[in-house]
């Protein structure tokens, strides 16, 4: 995940620390992924312990951010996505979504975590007809990241922007603001905004997350409906609107969905592409 830091740095310049829990391996832990350390599962551990939510969190913006892409992909017609706040590769990453349905389809992944850059190959086996890239880049500079996107994406045409679960790591709202801002200005009319984030309610959660801001991690801002639905400020939200992320288009399923505290949406930017 992209980190808040207080300077601009070179992340990949640094050793991977496996004496601080870290919020990538934590949530690939939670995914059931084999990339983490002791560390990390025990921070794991003990946030789900005070909120067992958690694990189902984890799923639920996963399987959001595939039925998101889906979407994209298909009905809505786009052919690039900008994934930023990338995370460690899991089953059905962003590309392999998109090209599913549309085998030209162009993707950047964006990321500054040094264990994220050592698995980038995993990320980047794009098919013939389409186009990976991933950028070593803090979400918080976002002319940095537009600047190197244009490697691999026309950002005269329109383009799909992933926050998955990413701006909590930015702890003042004004900043995270101003960060999906700078990334969506600079991209043409017919582009959309898929984010999700986590909503601060239930007192389980909030302890969980006031905990897991003791461990050494990097914290991870919770924050309210209406600041998660500011994010979409000046775009059309497309059906269902902002909703539980289970909530947005879910799939065909036998048993119901599980409740979760985050919040997701997705959103076109308007006038003609």
Avoid at 62 to 81: I, K, N, P, T
Avoid at 141 to 150: R, V
Wanted: aromatic share 8%; with cysteine; hydrophobic share 40%.
């Amino acid at each position: 995940m992209t980190e808040d830091r207080p300077a601009r740095e070179v992340p990949s310049s640094q050793k991977i620390d496996t004496t601080v829990p870290h919020s990538a391996r934590i949530w690939n832990y939670w995914l059931g992924g084999k990339d983490h350390y002791p560390v990390d599962r025990a921070a794991g551990d003990t946030y789900r312990e005070i909120y067992p939510g958690i694990v189902d969190t984890a799923r639920a913006g996963r399987y959001f951010m595939a039925r998101a892409v889906r979407y994209l992909a298909g009905e809505a017609g786009v052919r690039q996505f900008l994934d930023v706040g990338t995370g460690l590769p899991a089953v059905d990453n962003t590309h392999e979504i998109a090209q599913r349905v549309a085998p030209e389809c162009r993707i950047v992944y964006v990321d500054n975590d040094p264990l994220v850059l050592a698995h980038a190959r995993a990320l980047l086996t794009s098919r013939p007809e389409g186009a990976c890239d991933y950028i070593d880049a803090d979400m918080r500079f976002p002319d940095d990241i537009l600047k190197a996107a244009t490697r691999t994406l026309d950002l005269t045409r329109p383009v799909a922007l992933l926050l998955i679960g990413v701006l909590g790591h930015i702890s003042d709202y004004g900043t995270a603001r101003a960060v999906v801002r700078g990334l969506l200005d600079a991209l043409p009319p017919g582009s959309y905004l898929a984010l999700a984030d986590s909503a601060r309610v239930g007192d389980a959660h909030i302890a969980a997350a006031e905990s897991y801001a003791e461990t050494g991690a990097v914290p991870y801002q919770l924050r309210s409906a209406a600041e998660i639905a500011g994010f979409f400020d000046g775009l059309d939200l497309l059906p269902p609107g902002i909703v539980p992320v289970p909530e947005w288009r879910p799939d065909p399923a036998p048993f119901p969905a599980v409740h979760v505290d985050t919040l997701g949406g997705v959103a076109r930017k308007p006038g003609d592409p």
